[in-house]
């Protein structure tokens, strides 16, 4: 069974554009969370998709959005990115909402200049 | 690979000998625990997690242990091998909600 995949793997932006990410959960995975990680912060909670609704939301700015489609893929997007913005941001797929073993993508490395 | 903390706590232990990290958390009304292993370039991986009902898990090679009174958990790591060499992070939240709160991170370093 393929494990969660993102892409892109690495990015570079400027700050004040905008970028989108995208996870694709394990297959009959309807879960999807977004983490974003940091050396300074560690790893934080952004969001959780489950059936297309977010479930849970983390303390970030309304720059930070997401959403999941039919297929429950899930995008994320930042707008008016900022230096601090740059992270490792990751992606955890699980079957059920709730609690259960989430499995985590490689992250997506994302650098603001 | 991505680096996940440039100043984790470091546990360095000979391979073969049984390794414990440690972790304190903050929320009282937390009420399920995960430890997640994560290895440079690559996601955390779940190792083992414990619901507040119990004080003790067992796994292949690794035990959780939770002490609710000192809000403490730790990590048991049996006959540790250079494949365990990664960063390990608790994490802890409430059943019914996918917002975990993550610890900091120890590093472990095996020595062959």
């Known amino acids: 069974k393929a494990g969660v995949t993102q892409t892109p793997r690495y990015l570079i932006k400027t700050r004040g554009q905008q970028v989108t990410l995208s996870c694709s959960p394990i297959?009959?995975?309807?879960?999807v969370s977004w983490y974003q990680q940091t050396p300074g912060q560690g790893l934080q909670f952004l969001f959780e998709?489950?059936?297309?609704?977010?479930?849970n939301k983390g303390n970030f700015p309304g720059r930070f959005s997401g959403r999941q489609f039919s297929n429950s893929r899930s995008e994320m997007n930042v707008s008016t990115l900022e230096l601090g913005d740059s992270a490792l941001y990751l992606c955890?797929?699980?079957?059920?909402?709730?609690?259960?073993?989430?499995?985590f993508g490689p992250g997506t490395r994302l650098t603001v200049t | 690979g991505e680096s996940v903390g440039l100043h984790l706590p470091t546990l360095s232990v000979q391979e073969g000998d049984n390794s414990i990290i440690n972790c304190a958390y903050s929320?009282?009304?937390?009420?399920?625990f995960i430890w997640y292993k994560q290895e440079s370039g690559k996601g955390p991986q779940f190792i083992i997690d414990i619901r507040s009902n119990m004080d003790k898990r067992q796994g292949q090679r690794v035990t959780v242990l939770l002490n609710k009174t000192v809000k403490h958990l730790s990590l048991q790591i049996a006959a540790t091998q250079p494949g365990d060499s990664a960063v390990y992070f608790c994490a802890e939240g409430r059943m019914g909600r996918r917002a975990l709160t993550f610890g900091s991170g120890t590093r472990l370093q095996v020595q062959p």
């Open positions: 998709y489950f059936s297309e609704t977010q479930r």
């Open positions: 929320n009282s009304a937390s009420d399920y």
């Open positions: 297959s009959g995975h309807r879960s």
């Open positions: 955890a797929s699980s079957f059920t909402t709730g609690v259960g073993e989430q499995y």
